[in-house]
């Protein structure tokens, strides 16, 4: 059982940058693979980016390609999303989840039902 808390949204302006944090509780946080998906009003939930396990890979959304980069600190349990250059297209609740499995081919982790955890979300909104 793992539990995660979201932290960092909060209002900003197209181009400029916002950073997510997920810190998750439990003591074998190293072994999940972690993701922050995000869902708009109106609209599915979508990943955004994920990481294995290790923190050696990470595959993104063809709309955070270049602008978004997610990392993890597994001594601090903790998962990040750096936002650079965001659209208001890019306003949505983001949420983090995570998986008690070592996914190495990401893609496989790309979609909601994959993950087993989830944390409460928080709210990014970007003005134009």
């Known amino acids: 059982q793992v539990q995660l808390v979201e932290s960092g949204g909060g209002l900003v302006q197209a181009g400029g940058s916002l950073r997510l944090s997920c810190a998750a509780s439990?003591?074998?946080?190293?072994?999940?693979?972690m993701g922050w998906f995000r869902q708009a009003p109106g609209k599915e939930r979508e990943l955004v980016a994920n990481i294995r396990s290790d923190g050696a890979d990470t595959y993104y959304a063809d709309s955070a390609k270049g602008r978004f980069t997610i990392s993890r600190d597994n001594a601090k349990s903790t998962v990040y999303l750096q936002m650079n250059r965001v659209k208001p297209d890019d306003t949505a609740v983001y949420y983090c989840?995570?998986?008690?499995?070592?996914?190495?081919?990401?893609?496989?982790?790309?979609?909601?039902?994959?993950?087993?955890?989830w944390g409460q979300g928080t709210q990014v909104t970007v003005s134009s």
């Open positions: 439990g003591r074998t946080f190293s072994s999940y693979t």
């Open positions: 989840a995570a998986v008690n499995l070592p996914y190495t081919y990401l893609p496989d982790a790309s979609t909601g039902s994959r993950f087993d955890y």
